[in-house]
Nanobody
Framework: VQLQAFGGGLVQDGGSLRLSCAASGITFTLYNMGWFRQTPGKEREFVAGDYWSGSATYYADSVKGRFTISRDNAKNTVYLQMNSLKLEDTAVYYC???????????????????WGQGTLVTVSS
């Protein structure tokens, strides 16, 4: 199983960025997908999740209304569109794949079975 995340970079406060995560080695359509982020000294936190059936997406309160998770099953890829970026969004972002019910991906210790390698997003003033 491999999850390859890319698309991170340096962006100004208020700007936009889109992350991508390409999955291989899993039946993508049967997996919940999620994005998490982590800053030094802090625990990895949930950002956004997408239920495998395509019927639901869910977000951390801190990004709701600014970030959008989506998937392209034909490309085995999940995206995270990040708009109106803030300084506090600076982090290493990880994609993850897992099984379970709706909202399973909210917990980094429960939901994800597989993790990508992380991509750094830096928001500057």
């Amino acid at each position: 199983v491999q999850l390859q995340a890319f698309g991170g970079g340096l962006v100004q406060d208020g700007g936009s960025l889109r992350l991508s995560c390409a999955a291989s080695g899993i039946t993508f359509t049967l997996y919940n997908m999620g994005w998490f982020r982590q800053t030094p000294g802090k625990e990895r936190e949930f950002v956004a999740g997408d239920y495998w059936s395509g019927s639901a997406t869910y977000y951390a309160d801190s990004v709701k209304g600014r970030f959008t998770i989506s998937r392209d099953n034909a490309k085995n890829t999940v995206y995270l569109q990040m708009n109106s970026l803030k300084l506090e969004d600076t982090a290493v972002y990880y994609c993850a794949a897992g099984r379970g019910g709706l909202n399973a991906m909210r917990s980094s210790s429960v939901g994800p079975l597989y993790w990508g390698q992380g991509t750094l997003v830096t928001v500057s003033s």
